[in-house]
C-alpha cells in the first residue's frame, strides 16, 4: 500500500487569491490523480498528474484554474487559482502503484473560500 | 460526470444488525472499488472486484458484482458504531487509472 501526505489539511481563503496544495507519497507510483469534493457531495475527478509531462483534465476542468505539477513519482501541487466561493471543496490527491489496481487517497484538503 | 447511483442513500441501523448498500454504474468497468469516509476525511479502500470475479470478503466485509445487472452491494455484518460513515463505490478502468464515484451511502449506526 501506499501512504499519502497533504499540506495543508485546511485553509481559509479570500476570493481572488490561490493557493498550492501539496501531495506527498511514501513510495515511488505509476499514477497520481486528484479530486474535487464539494460540499455533501461524491468525489469528482479533476486531472490525472503526469509526470515530467503536462496534467490530463478531465471534462469541466482547465490548466488556468487547477495547473497542477508532478516533477518526480512520488511529489504533486495542484493549485487551485483565482478562488471563487464555489471552489470552497475538499481536495484530495490519490495514488496507484504499477500493476495494483487499488487506489490510495490522502486525507484531504478542505478549503473555504470567503 | 458520475457514473451510477448508489442506493439507499442514508441508512440509519441499530448495532448488531447488517447494513447493505447498492451501487449501479453505467459502462463497461475493469474493476470496482468501495471506500469509506469519516466524516469528510480521506477516504479509507476497503475493497476491490475485478470485472469477473462475482464475490469478494474481507472480514465483517461481503462484495458482490453482477456485471450483467451493472450492479454491486456492500454488505457490513454485525455492525459497530465505528462504521458510521458515508460509502462510497467507484467504478476503475486498469487502462486510465481513473476512478469513477457513486454518490454514496451515509450509514449511521447506533449504539
Known amino acids: 500500500s501506499a501512504v499519502i501526505s497533504q499540506k495543508p489539511s485546511r485553509d481559509i481563503c479570500q476570493r481572488g487569491t490561490s493557493l498550492t496544495i501539496q501531495c506527498q507519497v511514501d513510495s515511488q507510483v505509476t499514477m497520481m490523480f486528484w479530486y474535487r469534493q464539494q460540499p455533501g457531495q461524491s468525489l469528482t475527478l479533476i486531472a490525472t498528474?503526469?509526470?515530467?509531462?503536462?496534467?490530463?483534465?478531465e471534462s469541466g476542468f482547465v490548466i488556468d484554474k487547477f495547473p497542477i505539477s508532478r516533477p518526480n513519482l512520488t511529489f504533486s501541487t495542484l493549485t487551485v487559482s483565482n478562488m471563487s466561493p464555489e471552489d470552497s471543496s475538499i481536495y484530495l490527491c490519490?495514488?496507484?502503484?504499477?500493476?495494483?489496481?487499488?487506489?490510495?487517497f490522502g486525507p484531504g484538503t478542505r478549503l473555504l473560500v470567503l | 460526470s458520475q457514473q451510477g447511483e448508489e442506493d439507499p442513500q442514508a441508512l440509519s441501523i441499530q448495532e448488531g444488525e447488517n447494513a447493505t448498500m447498492n451501487c449501479s454504474y453505467k459502462?463497461?468497468?475493469?474493476?470496482l472499488q468501495w471506500y469509506r469516509q469519516n466524516s469528510g476525511r480521506g477516504l479509507v479502500h476497503l475493497i476491490l472486484?475485478?470485472?469477473?470475479?462475482r464475490e469478494k470478503h474481507s472480514g465483517r466485509l461481503r462484495v458482490t458484482l453482477d456485471t450483467s445487472k451493472k450492479s454491486s452491494s456492500l454488505l457490513i455484518t454485525a455492525s459497530r458504531a465505528a462504521d458510521t460513515a458515508s460509502y462510497f463505490c467507484?467504478?476503475?478502468?486498469?487502462?486510465?487509472?481513473?476512478?469513477?464515484f457513486g454518490q454514496g451511502t451515509t450509514l449511521q449506526v447506533k449504539p
Open positions: 472486484i475485478r470485472s469477473n470475479e
Open positions: 459502462t463497461s468497468i475493469n474493476n
Open positions: 498528474a503526469n509526470q515530467g509531462s503536462e496534467a490530463t483534465y
Open positions: 467507484a467504478t476503475g478502468s486498469s487502462n486510465t487509472g481513473k476512478l469513477i
Open positions: 490519490s495514488a496507484r502503484t504499477g500493476g495494483i489496481e487499488t487506489q490510495y
